[in-house]
T-cell receptor, first 118, second 111 residues
């Protein structure tokens, strides 16, 4: 049973460029959340996608956008990259469950994409 | 918002017991989670508490007191491979059950 897969694993971009990160959720999961983890910090919530729509959003500027496809996979796009966008970007999938009940086991995280902006 | 506090660093000896504390403030509490994260890797689930008390899972146990906004992760019989960052996360019902993480506690196990 494949877990959460993210691509690419590492990426180097120049300030001002745009980047797209990809995530395939764990089999059976329909909800995808994206997190940014700066070095030495905990993951910070960017946004969550369910039924191809952005459901919740953290405190991130509009330069961060996303998309979810009918197969539940998701993309994170970042425009006009800044040096401060350098971080590990984590994708986490979960199941909406039945009747709104969520799994007690929280999210399943992917291994992340390490983005370096130079 | 959510205020989640945990110590930045801890050091413990192989074979010993270590307790990592976490305090939180949220009005929409819907569960507290502990994750382990080795350097450069994804966080992996360790434990979950939604009711007060102790949850035991092998060498790992987690405790929750909702009235005090307090949790701890207890690691017994420490092994060198336990050296990692331990993340405390709170799930918040008010924001669609999103997870909010602390900055993590970097645990170093020494021989």
């Amino acid at each position: 049973d494949a877990g959460v897969t993210q691509s690419p694993t590492h990426l180097i971009k120049t300030r001002g460029q745009q980047v797209t990160l990809r995530c395939s959720p764990k089999s059976g999961h329909d909800t995808v959340s994206w997190y940014q983890q700066a070095l030495g910090q905990g993951p910070q919530f960017i946004f969550q996608y369910y039924e191809e729509e952005e459901r919740q959003r953290g405190n991130f500027p509009d330069r961060f956008s996303g998309h979810q496809f009918p197969n539940y996979s998701s993309e994170l796009n970042v425009n006009a990259l800044l040096l401060g966008d350098s971080a590990l970007y984590l994708c986490a999938s979960s199941s909406s469950g039945t009747g709104g009940r969520l799994s007690n086991y929280g999210y399943t995280f992917g291994s992340g994409t390490r983005l370096t902006v130079v | 918002g959510q205020n989640i506090d945990q110590p930045t660093e801890m050091t413990a000896t192989e074979g010993a017991i270590v307790q990592i504390n976490c305090t939180y403030q949220t009005s929409g509490f819907n569960g507290l989670f502990w994750y382990q994260q080795h350097a450069g890797e994804a966080p992996t689930f360790l434990s979950y508490n939604v009711l007060d008390g102790l949850e035991e899972k092998g060498r790992f146990s987690s405790f929750l007191s909702r009235s005090k906004g307090y949790s701890y992760l207890l690691l017994k019989e420490l092994q060198m491979k336990d050296s990692a960052s331990y993340l405390c996360a709170v799930r918040d019902l008010r924001t669609g059950n999103q997870f909010y993480f602390g900055t993590g506690t970097s645990l170093t196990v020494i021989p």
